[in-house]
């Protein structure tokens, strides 16, 4: 079992590091909201199509009713919304620092803990990892050599999606029952592709996408989301909530990496201090190393 857990853990974070790359290549032609609606909608055809195939069409309608409305709720928070606010946020940040950015989710877990899940308290080291956190936050935003209102705004558009994380995280905590993975995967895909349809129209691409672009937003529809749904619910069903949240420690280096290299993205003073301090705040603000005993919510940029 503790193989599965880290090939399961592994490949979610070297997809979902790749994930920002794709995201920030992406957008050269597609519009944040044309980009995600896109992604969540081909997700859901292939999350679906995989289901028919695995499942047969009845027993599969079967799985997705199973699934409900709640699953399609949770498409809209942990999908549409911080899907949109993070493609938004790379048009004015480097996916490396998106990466960071959104890796504060389980420090949003924790300060909402308390009030969605009142046996919660956040006490002594863990406010103390709260506060390193968002002073990670801080050096990241506002250390880097050439600081513009707009690096601000999509920085802040990063971590408003974790908020919507974390958000997602608890409610699919309440009320995700024994779905199957794939029909809960779904569901969600398509609830936030649904949602998310009328603000795509309003903004179409500006031109005809190039091969580039156009490629990277097939890796991350096909990969970065229908995979790694498939890996993310299998994990959190065999390992739980608390160990999965671990892979919010190797996706920002992993991220950085993949800037550094194919995209000369810089690697500032400030950005790697802000990953050590938001990093080193998730580690004492979430109640891990130790593994926290709370179910925390996993970020998906």
């Known amino acids: ?52 195939a695995t499942r047969g069409f009845g027993a599969a309608v079967v799985d997705l009713r199973a699934a409900g409305w709640h699953a399609l709720a949770i498409g809209i928070v942990n999908g549409a919304i911080p899907f949109t606010l993070i493609a938004w946020g790379e048009q004015h940040i480097d996916s490396g620092i998106a990466a960071i950015a959104n890796s504060t989710v389980p420090i949003f877990n924790a300060m909402l803990a ?50 919507s994380y974390a958000v997602a995280g608890f409610y699919a905590q309440r009320r995700i029952g024994t779905a199957s993975n794939t029909a809960l995967a779904t569901t969600a895909m398509a609830g936030g592709a ?39 619910y299998r994990s959190l069903r065999y390992h739980g909530a608390a160990r999965t949240s671990l892979v919010t420690y190797l996706m920002p280096p992993i991220a950085l990496f993949y800037g550094w290299l194919l995209l000369d993205e810089r690697l ?31 970020a998906e940029p």
């Open 194 to 232: 649904v949602v998310l349809l009328p603000l795509a129209l309003l903004s179409p691409p500006a031109h005809a996408p190039g091969w580039k672009s156009t490629a990277s937003l097939a890796a991350l529809t096909l990969l970065g989301t229908a995979l790694a749904q498939l890996i993310l």
């Open 1 to 52: 079992m503790s193989r599965s857990y880290a090939f399961l853990i592994g490949s979610l974070a070297a997809i979902w590091g790749a994930s920002y790359l794709f995201i920030k290549v992406a957008g050269r032609d597609f519009t944040p909201a044309s980009m995600m609606e896109l992604r969540l909608a081909f997700a859901a055809l292939a999350l679906g199509s995989f289901l028919v």
């Open 114 to 163: 308390p009030f969605l899940l009142p046996s919660e308290r956040v006490s002594g080291i863990r406010i103390v990892g709260l506060s390193l956190g968002f002073v990670g936050v801080g050096v990241l935003t506002g250390g880097q050599p050439n600081v513009t209102w707009w690096f601000v705004a999509g920085t802040l558009a990063v971590v408003v999606a974790s908020i």
């Open 268 to 298: 500032t003073t400030a950005t790697l201090a802000g990953l050590v301090l938001i990093l080193g705040g998730v580690a004492l603000g979430s109640g891990a190393v130790g593994l926290s005993r709370r179910t925390a919510a996993v």
